[in-house]
C-alpha cells in the first residue's frame, strides 16, 4: 500500500495536470471557431484582420505548451514501442523512471532556465507584435516557463509513480485515457 502522502501528492499533481489539459482541449474549439471567422471575413466580406490571424497562432502554441505535461500524464506522447511494449510493467516503469530522470527532467531545466532571460527581455519591453497584431507577444513567450514548469510538475508525478510501481505499492495497471472514454 502506497504511503498515502505519496498518493495524495500524486494525485494533487495529476490533477493540476488534467485541469490544465481539460481547459486547454476547449482552444482547439475556440481556434476552430476564429479560424473559420477569418475565412469567411476575408473571402465573403473582404475584411483582414492580423490580429485574429495570430490569436490562432497564439492558441495553437496554448494548445501544444500547454498540452504538454497532459499527453506524458497520459502516455499520449509519441514512443517508439519495439522493445518498450515487449517489457513487463515493472520494466516499463523502470524505463519510465531512467527517462524521466535522465531526460525529461534535465531537459526541462534546461528550457525553464535558459528561457529566463529569453522571456524576461520580452517583459521587459512589453513586447509586440511587429506586425500590428496583438501586443502581447511577451505573454506569449511566458508559455515557454509555463510549459516548463507543468513538465516539472509532471515529472515529479512521473517519479512518484513509477517508484511506486517498482516498490509494488501501486498497480500499474491503472487505466489510460483510453479506457476511461
Known amino acids: ?17 488534467d485541469l ?10 475556440a481556434m476552430m471557431a476564429v479560424q473559420f471567422a477569418i475565412v469567411v471575413m476575408r473571402y465573403i466580406f473582404g475584411v ?16 501544444f505548451m500547454l498540452g504538454a505535461a497532459w499527453t506524458l500524464r497520459h502516455d499520449a506522447h509519441v514512443r517508439v ?7 513487463s510493467p515493472r520494466g ?5 523512471l531512467f527517462g524521466t530522470l535522465f531526460l525529461l527532467l534535465p531537459v526541462t531545466l534546461y528550457i525553464l532556465l535558459g528561457s529566463f532571460g529569453y522571456v524576461g527581455s520580452s517583459w521587459a519591453i512589453l513586447e509586440r507584435s511587429p506586425d ?3 501586443p502581447a507577444v511577451f505573454l506569449l513567450k511566458s508559455l515557454i516557463l509555463v510549459m516548463a514548469a507543468l513538465l516539472l510538475l509532471q ?6 509513480r513509477q517508484t511506486l510501481i517498482l516498490k509494488g505499492r501501486l498497480s500499474s495497471d491503472t487505466p489510460t485515457h483510453e479506457e476511461k472514454l
Open 1 to 17: 500500500m502506497p504511503h498515502p502522502r505519496h498518493l495524495g501528492l500524486l494525485r494533487g499533481l495529476d490533477a493540476v495536470t
Open 20 to 29: 490544465v489539459g481539460r481547459a486547454t482541449a476547449w482552444l482547439v474549439l
Open 48 to 63: 483582414h484582420s492580423i490580429a485574429l490571424q495570430e490569436s490562432v497562432m497564439y492558441m495553437h502554441a496554448m494548445v
Open 81 to 87: 514501442d519495439i522493445f518498450y511494449r515487449k517489457r
Open 92 to 96: 516499463r516503469a523502470a524505463t519510465d
Open 132 to 134: 500590428g497584431g496583438i
Open 155 to 160: 515529472g515529479i508525478a512521473q517519479l512518484i
